[in-house]
């Protein structure tokens, strides 16, 4: 749309057709004001809103209830200053490639905990590892909130704030208040939040008018960890080493959310990493009838996208979910401590490879390492060369041959001892319930000259080993990816889906209603603690 201004008129030349009723209403809008406005006033003020205010107008008005939405993949900083300056830039780009939601990993605030053990050990903690929970404390995010959770008090600002200060917490809520606002966009980022002596894995909703309307704490269920150390690998269940340092969040914030951007009527709701493989949590966002899902994780394998396709089939809404995208030498100097580089040279965790290794396939809520050295006939042991697949999503997968048994079984008798000596090599995957897939190589070798192969074959220790590939991804409420996923993009990667039509979510629910027509809810029933599943007002 062109405005003219003429002799203290201002009349309209459309480049396209006519769009009937609402452009014969802005063509008297227009007159009117030009009627009573200096002519070079009219000029700067609708040089302007041709670009904002009448061109929203239109749509509001013609247009479907379309918005463009965006995942960041971006990663945690060295500073928590450095990262929201990060997250300021981000946004602002957003703002430019026309995004109106914009959606940040988990734990991107503050940082996740990759690598780190605090020096923990059943029954004991170490001094090194009180500190570096210490420093890891420290980067955390302090947003006013009470250890318990003050809910609509906290987002409605009624908590008492200590005398002489402008706000509760260290400023972080309002720094990000005022990047919505100045953006335009709706922010919804994953932190670490601490309140009291505790953290807690957590989200923010940010509206940019209203600041933030809502907050997310991670339930944290219990879950199941790798452990690898240089002899063998072993697979042993536990509550979950992200619990030794996030306190358990309460179920009431799986509140959702809602908001209107653009004349459309929002509904979102957040599971953040592993929450999304808890069916009765996902169905307590799907009762509130979410037309935005939203899954912020650290989870950075190929089996990540096929459950956010599940959640978009299920929910029949839009389903978002960032990841960091993180190479070992941009871990912040927390991780780093010495607690950590004592353990590195008995054990690897999430994601390096160390002492001779094969690159190796992690993850962050459920850390794995592939250990698969080769033989062939009595040469030097190598990383086998990954099919095109496995580089794209860094998974090795090799054919079953024979099913090992224990670790205790693997540690005492495996490697097998030859007669002469000399043992057969061979190779070990760790596979679920403490059992090993056992690789069978040709050649039987020395052990020591084995070991020494190996160690030779270690790849360099410049850091530029991804801890976090990403992974990244859209989906639309029929389960079709309409973007990502995003591997091993780290420079603040935006994956940005233009134009979705919200009104699909309706039409898709034609087929299914998981929360209404398909609930059988006269047989079935889910209670939460402290939530109510009625869809929000």
């Known amino acids: 749309m062109i405005i003219e201004v003429t002799k203290g008129k201002a009349t309209i030349t459309s480049q396209v057709s006519p769009i009937g009723s609402s452009h014969d209403r802005l063509h008297t809008l227009v007159e009117t004001f030009s ?15 041709d670009q904002i205010i009448i061109r929203t107008y239109l749509d509001v008005i013609d247009m479907p209830k379309r918005l463009t939405v965006a995942a960041s993949q971006s990663y945690t900083l060295p500073t928590t200053s450095a990262t929201l300056s990060a997250l300021t830039s981000t946004a602002k780009e957003a703002a430019r490639q026309g995004v109106h939601l914009l959606l940040f990993p988990e734990a991107y605030l503050g940082g996740y905990p990759r690598h780190c053990n605090f020096g923990a050990t059943v029954g004991s903690r170490s001094e090194d590892g009180r500190e570096q929970f210490l420093q890891y404390f420290h980067s955390a995010i302090d947003l006013g909130d009470t250890p318990r959770g003050a809910g609509d008090d906290w987002v409605e600002r009624k908590l008492e704030v200590a005398k002489g200060q402008k706000w509760r917490g260290d400023g972080t809520r309002e720094n990000l208040e005022t990047v919505a606002k100045e953006t335009g966009i709706f922010l919804v980022v994953g932190l670490v939040e601490r309140a009291g002596g505790s953290l807690y894995c957590g989200v923010v909703y940010v509206c940019p008018r209203e600041g933030c309307i809502g907050k997310r704490r991670k339930v944290m269920p219990v879950r199941k960890s790798y452990l690898n150390t240089w002899s063998v690998l072993m697979y042993l269940p536990q509550t979950g080493a992200e619990r030794l340092v996030w306190a ?7 509140k959702a959310v809602t908001t209107t951007i653009r004349d459309v009527k929002l509904t979102l709701a957040v599971a953040i990493c592993w929450e999304n493989y808890m069916p009765l949590l996902r169905y307590s966002l799907y009762s509130q009838n979410v037309n935005l899902y939203l899954a912020p994780t650290a989870d950075g394998r190929d089996t990540w996208l096929p459950l956010m396709r599940t959640i978009a089939c299920e929910s029949r809404a839009y389903v978002l979910s960032a990841n960091q995208c993180m190479r070992r030498k941009h871990l912040p100097p927390w991780t780093c401590s010495s607690v950590s580089k004592k353990a590195e040279s008995s054990s690897v965790s999430n994601g390096g490879a160390k002492l001779g290794d094969a690159p190796s396939a992690t993850n962050a809520e459920e850390p794995q390492e592939y250990k698969i050295p080769s033989s062939d006939q009595g040469a030097t042991p190598k990383t086998p060369e990954p099919t095109p697949v496995d580089k794209l999503h860094g998974v090795v997968s090799p054919s079953p041959l024979h099913i090992g048994t224990s ?3 693997i540690q005492s008798e495996s490697p097998a001892k030859h007669r002469n000596g000399r043992r ?9 319930d403490n059992h090993f897939l056992a690789l069978p190589g040709d050649s039987a070798v020395d052990e020591s000259e084995e070991e020494q192969n190996i160690k030779s074959n270690a790849p360099a220790d410049d850091g530029n080993d ?4 990403g992974g990244s991804c859209i989906i639309d409420p029929a389960g079709y990816v309409l973007q990502g996923p995003l591997w091993e993009v780290e420079e603040g990667g935006l994956l940005i889906a233009r134009d979705i039509d919200f009104e699909d979510c309706e039409r898709r629910r034609l087929d299914i209603d998981v929360a209404g027509s398909y609930s059988r809810n006269d047989s079935f029933e889910l209670k939460v603690a402290g939530l109510d599943l009625n869809p929000p007002p």
């Open 248 to 254: 358990q969040g309460s179920p009431s914030t799986l």
């Open 424 to 432: 057969r090599s061979s190779n070990l995957m760790p596979i679920p």
């Open 407 to 409: 670790s205790s079984d």
């Open 35 to 49: 009627q009573r406005l200096p002519t070079k006033f009219l000029a700067y003020f609708f040089g302007y809103f």
């Open 466 to 469: 991804f801890v976090s590939r």
